[in-house]
């Protein structure tokens, strides 16, 4: 056995940590979740340091936050001159396998399912993932003929089955493969579910019937009108209102359907005998609002869209059914991993190292987690752009636009329905969180710029370049 301990990484798309059943949703049907959270660490204050699908991708695989990396909205391709967490994989003597969704790689806004957008090629698009790779860019339809992936050719692989379903079956014959091996072993698996569309066609009716008794209502802080700072992705009309309850009950039939996906991938790890010495990590990319604050979906810093499921399992390392509630983020997860994994980080890595506090073991950890908006969900569009700082108690945010400042205390308002930041008793508070926030941007060169900043100065025809202008737009004073 390799004294190299073996990660398995599965993360969702979209689900919110507070649809799951061990945060307390009694309408969740998720066991295998919950007893995983029972063997775990429970991460319960990680969050989403970029709620969109792409941006926290890339933060995810290069450890450096989005003005970092460039990758400010969906459908732009990521630059692949990046130390990312799968190089130091390989050059530690790991077998990698990635599995499902990409989302790093087309620089065509729609058109998402022509292989010159699906097919990630072979080589540095694939960020040091260069062994088994079965992915697709994007694409959120989980049945035939939009369920697909690709291996080494544009040529599309269709599932036979619910996409979820048979992603998980390739993670299986993967680990029953590398559980063979003389390496030890690196499983990311990214699953599409529970990410719209919300229709009874997207997800298996026998999931579906579950809830079929199940009332859903509007969440406490829904608002009837549209966010003014949302971008068109988060607004919604009066007839998605009318829907919003129905959305919900799909979004739990396909978490539902995930959780015995990962019911599934966690006996085949005991079965394989790989228990022992696997890190499995189950976590999502980031959450979704269904009305709540007048918004439809993510790209935003409230609760629902930042707060995620984040659990390790590390047998005989991590007491299980702990908390850690250490404000850790997207950033910190390839420097904690590469740690615990016995692996060097590079030194260009902008998170910070939290294997101490997971492990119980003390030591730094951050003093609160830098959250970013750049702009439109997928589209170079001004004003939309935000900066968040959140704490074990407070979220402070101010939007580009109009400088709005808003402050939350999550303990006392977890629906955040009371802006405190023009209340003099909490004054110190707020300036406290501005002064914390600005160090951490100036830290990491984040100037709060206009997403077209970075359509002018970073990008080419939605091609990320390799070098950038310096910044000099609009700074936080």
């Given at each position: ?266 006996q085949a790890v005991d079965d394989l005998d790989l228990r022992e010495n696997t890190i499995f990590v189950f976590t999502s990319d980031h959450g979704e609002l269904f009305g709540a604050h007048g ?183």
């Open positions: 056995m390799s004294k190299h301990p073996n990660l398995v990484y599965v993360f969702a798309d979209q689900l919110r940590l507070s649809s799951c059943g061990y945060s307390g949703d009694q309408k969740a049907k998720t066991p295998n979740i919950d007893r995983l959270a029972a063997e775990s660490v429970d991460l319960c204050n990680a969050v989403s340091g970029h709620p969109v699908c792409a941006p926290y991708r890339a933060t995810l695989f290069t450890g450096k936050y989005t003005t970092s990396t460039g990758m400010v909205i969906n459908e732009i391709r990521m630059n692949p001159d990046h130390r990312c967490i799968a190089h130091e994989l390989h050059d530690g003597g790991y077998e990698t396998a990635y599995i499902g969704k990409w989302h790093l790689y087309a620089n065509e806004w729609g058109n998402h399912e022509d292989s010159k957008n699906s097919y990630i090629p072979a080589g540095p698009d694939r960020l040091g993932f260069d062994d088994f790779f079965a992915a697709y860019n994007f694409h959120h339809e989980y049945y035939k003929p939009h369920a697909y992936y690709h291996l080494n050719s544009p040529e599309k692989i269709f599932f036979d089955k619910y996409e979820p379903d048979g992603q998980t079956d390739l993670a299986i014959e993967q680990l029953e493969r590398l559980s063979k091996g003389e390496k030890p072993f690196a499983l990311f698996l990214s699953l599409g579910t529970p990410h719209d569309p919300w229709v009874p066609e997207n997800v298996p009716p026998e999931y579906l019937e579950k809830f079929k008794d199940v009332e859903f209502s509007l969440p406490p802080n829904y608002l009837p009108d549209n966010d003014p700072h949302a971008d068109d992705w988060a607004k919604l009309s009066e007839k998605e209102r009318a829907e919003l309850t129905e959305w919900i009950r799909v979004y739990y039939a396909m978490t539902a359907n995930l959780d015995d996906n990962i019911g599934r991938l966690m918004r439809r979906a993510k790209n935003i810093f409230y609760e629902e869209a930042v707060r995620v499921p984040f659990l390790i399992r590390w047998p005989g390392h991590i007491q299980p059914g702990t908390k850690c509630d250490a404000c850790v983020n997207t950033v910190d997860l390839m420097p904690t991993l590469l740690s615990m994994l016995d692996l060097p980080c590079p030194k260009e890595v902008e998170g910070m190292d939290v294997s101490g506090p997971i492990l119980g073991k003390g030591g730094q950890e951050p003093d609160g987690a830098l959250m970013m908006g750049t702009g439109a969900t997928a589209d170079w569009r001004d004003g939309n752009e935000w900066r968040a700082f959140r704490t074990k108690q407070y979220t402070y945010a101010i939007f580009r636009s109009d400088r709005q400042e808003l402050l939350f205390d999550n303990l006392s308002d977890p629906y955040q329905m009371h802006n405190l930041a023009d209340d003099p008793s909490y004054q110190n508070v707020l300036e406290e969180l501005q002064s914390r926030m600005k160090a951490h941007m100036d830290l990491v060169n984040d100037h709060f710029d206009a997403c077209t900043y970075y359509r002018d100065h970073w990008t080419r025809d939605r091609l990320i370049l390799k070098t950038a202008t310096l910044h000099t737009d609009l700074k936080l004073d």
